[in-house]
Nanobody, 121 residues
């Protein structure tokens, strides 16, 4: 199983950006895909997650109402649409696969390489 996050870049405050997480995996209906981020000098934090089978989602309070996680099972891809970006959203964003509906990073066993998002004027 491999994961690859993409779509990062430099944007201005208030802009939008969509990240993609492409996976090569067999279809596991119980899989959960999570997005996490780590800013320079800070610990990794949970952003959002989605269950592949049902589409059930969960968000961190810091991004709720601004970010949208979605999936395309046919493409084995999960997206993170980020709206109204703020400087504090600057971080390396990574996606991961787990088997439980859990926002703790320790619940995810497979991680992809991250993509850098920089929000600056």
């Amino acid at each position: 199983v491999q994961l690859q996050a993409s779509g990062g870049g430099l944007v201005q405050p208030g802009d939008s950006l969509t990240l993609s997480c492409a996976a090569s995996w067999r279809t596991y209906s119980s899989s959960v895909i999570g997005w996490f981020r780590q800013a320079p000098g800070k610990e990794r934090e949970f952003v959002a997650l989605i269950r592949r089978s049902s589409g059930t989602t969960y968000y961190a309070d810091s991004v709720k109402g601004r970010f949208i996680i979605s999936k395309d099972n046919a493409k084995n891809t999960v997206y993170l649409r980020m709206n109204s970006l703020r400087p504090e959203d600057t971080a390396v964003y990574s996606c991961a696969i787990g088997s439980t509906f859990d926002s703790n990073a320790s619940a995810y066993g497979i991680w992809g390489q991250g993509t850098l998002v920089t929000v600056s004027s």
